[in-house]
């Protein structure tokens, strides 16, 4: 790869891994590599795992520094101006990570929260390609959102894009952000996890049997896997689920009215006759935008687990 120039590093920080990649500047991913990291470390601790991980991927990828234009940071919070404003899962709050992750690897650094990497990543090089306008919305242990809004990343004053704290159930289950009812309290996977157990429990109550698993419903693909070979909790909690998530998305379709919103992480492998049919139909029913005859596409996210490091890197021409 010598002599090659453009090319980008795009580090997208996990809550078990870092995960790095080399790009082009197109975003096409030259080589990898990942490290696992144990959570909060504390500033300096952390900007240099980052710094250590992105000379590892350029000897990976037999690249010289000077061939670098950017370096692209995602990261699980709020960040503006080059710094961390906050990041509760890894203990970071207003840290200039920009300048300690430069004082290690002077190039040129871009930081973004995870889920509008994701998005980024999506947008230029995934299913959101030719779009002006597009949201991407990722299902896992909560819900994140990425707005691309005129060709850009929207973070307003650096925390836009938090939708799973939209409150759909006033006064509902209790959130880790400290309010009732939010989205991902009922859209997540744990929430899915949960409908399929008091599902069972109502069952069980009733004196109806439970049918053979292959094995427990602990997770959301568990869950789905279960419906589709035909248990009956699983297939109730799905339905519930679906209910639950094509709430939050009317919310998102009628508030940007996107060209399309596509669905992230592992939940989004569900069985289209599960998830994506039924999901359609009913925001069909409910967005604002059938009354113009221009509807948001709702689409499943192609790039997988290489989506934020993707966007990481590609912050440069999005942010």
């Given at each position: ?40 470390c504390g500033p300096e601790r952390f900007a240099q795992l980052l710094a250590e991980l992105a000379r590892q991927v350029l000897e990976d990828g037999g690249a010289a520094m000077e061939a670098v234009e950017a370096v ?248």
């Amino acid at each position: 790869m010598t002599g090659k120039t453009g090319l980008r590093i795009g580090i997208d920080v996990g809550g078990t891994a870092l995960k790095a990649g080399l790009t082009d500047g197109e975003g096409a991913v030259l080589c990898t590599r990942q490290r696992p990291f144990d959570g909060p470390c504390g500033p300096e601790r952390f900007a240099q795992l980052l710094a250590e991980l992105a000379r590892q991927v350029l000897e990976d990828g037999g690249a010289a520094m000077e061939a670098v234009e950017a370096v692209g940071i995602g990261i699980p919070g709020a960040v503006a101006g080059g710094r961390v404003l906050y990041a509760c899962n890894i203990a970071l709050r207003d840290v200039p990570l920009e300048a300690l992750f430069r004082r290690r690897l002077d190039l040129p650094v871009y930081l973004g929260n995870d889920a509008d990497c994701a998005a980024a990543g999506e947008y230029r090089c995934g299913t959101g390609r030719g779009c002006r306008d597009f949201v991407a919305v990722t299902l896992g242990t909560g819900v994140g959102a990425g707005l691309i809004l005129n060709g850009r990343i929207y973070a307003g004053l650096g925390a836009a894009g938090e939708a799973g704290h939209m409150v759909t159930h006033p006064g509902g289950i209790p959130c880790t952000c400290g309010r009732r009812g939010c989205w991902e309290q009922y859209a997540s996977a744990p929430a899915l996890v949960r409908m399929a157990h008091l599902a069972e429990r109502s069952r069980l109550d009733a004196g109806l049997p439970s049918p053979e698993r292959s094995g427990p419903l602990t997770d959301g693909r568990a869950v789905f896997e279960a419906a589709r070979r035909g248990d009956p909790a699983a297939k109730e909690a799905c339905a519930r689920y679906v209910e639950e998530l094509a709430l939050g998305i009317t919310n998102l379709i009628n508030l940007l009215h996107p060209e399309k919103l596509a669905l992230g992480g592992g939940i989004s492998q569900a069985p289209d006759e599960l998830l994506l049919l039924p999901l359609r139909k009913l925001t069909a029913r409910a967005c604002y935008g059938r009354h113009c005859g221009k509807t948001t596409e709702l689409v499943r996210a192609e790039l997988g687990n290489r989506a934020g490091l993707v966007g990481a890197a590609l912050l440069k021409d999005v942010s």
